[in-house]
């Protein structure tokens, strides 16, 4: 099974700030997934990545698949409170199943 | 069609018993997958129906679990001889295909706790 590897596990910042979330792996992905989660709940999908040097754009977020798909960032500009959650990487192996990183905690405080 | 649906929310049992959750999915959606979700982890895979076919099983099944999905509908997770180690939140997805630009849609899951 493929390992993805999030990292900060934790980060705490103040709103206004920007902040980047990084998932890494040794292994090629046919897709990555980025999902937020809140406590008590299920995870919510935010994007799809598909191609190499893929950038997709949601409002504050931007995502970017590395070129070689191995890796993914995310983005979240000016943070507000309401962004705060645990944000999941998931990377498709062939067949569709996700794999998933251990996740990002994101405090934003007002 | 809400989503995802789970239940119970919720499961306090015993050390030893057997419980039951259920899990329906989106109607058009062909794929549903069980996950297991710790506190400070990410879901880890535990099995995936395509219709009413178990299609994979992660070896982190013990023979204590089993999941049916009986006509390719609705799923339940069987525990069996429940351990304190199985304390999780067990979440079900599903999906309506099997190309990779298909994201997940998940149930709010079952925080099961075994004392």
């Known amino acids: 099974t493929q390992l993805l590897e999030q990292s900060p596990q934790f980060l705490s910042i103040q709103e206004g700030e920007n902040l980047t979330v990084y998932c890494n792996s040794s292994s090629v992905f046919s897709s990555l997934q980025w999902y937020r989660q809140e406590p008590g709940e299920g995870p919510v999908l935010l994007v799809t990545v598909v191609t190499g040097g893929e950038v997709k754009k949601l409002k504050r977020l931007t995502f970017q698949f590395g070129d070689a798909r191995k890796d993914s960032s995310l983005h979240i500009t000016a943070a507000q409170p309401g962004d705060t959650g645990l944000y999941l990487c998931a990377g498709a192996e062939y067949g569709n199943k996700l794999v998933f990183g251990a996740g990002t905690i994101l405090r934003v405080k007002s | 069609d809400t989503g995802v649906s789970q239940n119970p929310r919720h499961k306090i049992t015993k050390r030893g018993q057997n419980v039951t959750f259920r899990c329906d999915p989106i109607s058009e959606h062909n794929r549903l997958y069980w996950y297991r979700q710790t506190l400070g982890q990410g879901p880890e895979f535990l099995t995936y129906?395509?219709?009413?076919?178990?299609?994979?099983k992660s070896r982190l099944l013990s023979d204590r679990f089993s999941a049916e999905r009986p006509k390719g509908s609705f799923s339940t997770l069987e525990i069996q001889r429940t351990e304190q180690g199985d304390s999780a939140m067990y979440l079900c997805?599903?999906?309506?295909?099997?190309?990779?630009?298909?994201?997940?849609?998940f149930g709010s899951g079952t925080r099961l706790t075994v004392v």
């Open positions: 129906f395509q219709n009413e076919a178990q299609l994979e």
């Open positions: 997805a599903s999906s309506p295909g099997t190309g990779v630009r298909y994201g997940y849609t």
